[in-house]
């Protein structure tokens, strides 16, 4: 196990640093469309809610593979050839920023509706309510299944692997036929992958228990 | 639209729905060995036993801290160096019983924590034993709140399937693989067909699931 990684250092590296900018970059993007969509889930306007409905319900439950392969294998058809790096993070996106979206949306249903009521009565509009009345309140309910979320998100990201993203998981398969060493290479990733993921694992656990 | 016609001739559809049936069939075995194993390791996680509790604890937090992708793999290639070799089907349940048993413990030890403790005290001062007020009182009230949460689980167990595409497990995906593989027209039409079936397996058990909240609550 030393020896992978006193051999293939800068290859662990770099799949490493790519699989944390790929979470990275597709967190932001789904923070934005995911709270998005929640926003237009408790408008009153029914053609958003039917819009957010539909894009949660279809992209919840639509493997991430299948999300991340179309993006992969059709656009390329059709518009413009996107790299597998790119493909997976717009895939990844996608599918987190739905589960985003119901996450968020039960935040802000958590919010006593009184201070909706009570911000328009003082004369705020609805998106001024929203943004600074209601989303501040909402945001501190959801931070642990955020925290999840983000979580699943890094784990998710592996599947750049199918798709030629060179992240930790695709360096990892090349690595292992390289030293024909299976099982040591699979568990330098799995340290690698719990490096980041178990610090913010046990931290959301602690906020739980605080925010409880 | 030739192109749909063509694509979604009998021979390509039945080639899917085989893959389909696979991917359920595989699906169905994980869930309740899952469901199993998961129930048992929360439990014990719960119970706090000496030594054990605390073992399966870190067990459990390392498995579910990784990505199910990494275990698919190291079980169909890394286990062969300990010189046990699982086929594709029995590697991909094997994966991810062990992975989703995990997430599984750590839903039902928050379901049973999520029990007023009063419970528990009433029951042991009735007189019944530790494991009886656990069976009997405590656990039925937790598997109440723990419906969504599990369902949601399993939805998720049944798109992961896919991952096991990788290690060529015949299941719905890798047989669309198979089919546009053979003329590039049917690309966009196998994408859309496949997006749909799975649609319907995982929306059909969300609404399921909601109709059982409904009914218990």
Redesign the interface.
């Known amino acids: 196990m030393i020896a992978i990684f006193h051999n293939y250092g800068s290859l662990l590296l770099q799949g490493f640093g790519q699989t944390l900018l790929c979470s990275v970059i597709a967190l932001v993007f789904s923070l934005i469309i995911g709270s998005m969509f929640a926003i237009f889930e408790t408008t009153p306007i029914k053609a958003l809610r039917v819009i957010a409905r539909i894009y949660i319900e279809v992209f919840r439950n639509i493997p991430l593979l299948v999300i991340t392969m179309f993006f992969f294998v059709v656009i390329p058809m059709f518009i413009t050839k996107i790299n597998g790096f790119t493909a997976g993070t717009i895939g990844l996106t996608i599918y987190t920023s739905a589960f985003i979206a119901e996450t968020v949306r039960s935040g802000i249903q958590s919010v006593d509706p009184g201070q909706m009521e009570g911000a328009r009565a003082n004369g705020l509009s609805f998106w001024q309510a929203m943004r600074y009345i209601v989303l501040p309140q909402a945001f501190r309910y959801v931070i642990p299944p955020l925290g999840n979320q983000f979580i699943n998100l890094v784990k998710n990201s592996s599947v750049l692997a199918f798709v030629a993203g060179f992240d930790l998981m695709y360096q990892g398969n090349v690595i292992a036929s390289d030293s024909l060493n299976t099982m040591s290479t699979y568990i330098c990733i799995g340290i690698l992958y719990l490096i980041i993921t178990l610090p913010l694992s046990y931290w959301m656990r602690y906020l739980e228990k605080k925010l409880a | 639209m030739k192109d749909f016609l063509d694509a979604y001739s009998w021979i390509n559809i039945h080639y899917l729905l085989q893959g389909l049936w696979i991917t359920v069939a595989v699906s169905v075995v994980s869930i309740i060995g899952s469901y199993i194993l998961g129930s048992i390791l929360g439990i014990i996680r719960y119970v706090n036993i000496k030594v054990v509790s605390p073992v399966i604890g870190l067990f459990i937090?390392?498995i579910?801290?990784?990505?199910?992708?990494?275990i698919i793999?190291?079980t169909y290639?890394?286990l062969?160096?300990?010189g046990f070799r699982p086929s594709s089907v029995w590697a991909t349940i094997f994966a991810m019983t062990i992975f989703e048993s995990t997430m599984i413990a750590e839903i039902v030890r928050s379901g049973i924590v999520a029990v007023d403790p009063g419970q528990m005290e009433g029951a042991r001062a009735n007189g019944l034993t530790y494991g009886q007020a656990l069976y009997h009182i405590i656990l039925p009230q937790a598997m109440k709140k723990m419906i969504p949460a599990l369902v949601s689980q399993f939805?998720s167990l049944i798109?992961?399937t896919?991952?096991a595409?990788?290690i060529v497990l015949p299941d719905l995906?890798h047989n669309a693989q198979i089919v546009?593989g053979q003329n590039?027209t049917y690309?966009?039409p196998m994408?859309l067909m496949?997006?749909i079936m799975?649609?319907i397996v995982?929306?059909a058990l969300?609404v399921l699931s909601r109709s059982l909240e409904r009914r218990m609550g």
């Open positions: 937090d390392i579910r801290n990784l990505p199910l992708l990494l793999f190291f290639f890394g062969p160096n300990l939805i798109k992961d896919s991952l595409t990788i995906m546009y590039s690309i966009l994408f496949i997006a799975y649609f995982c929306y969300s």
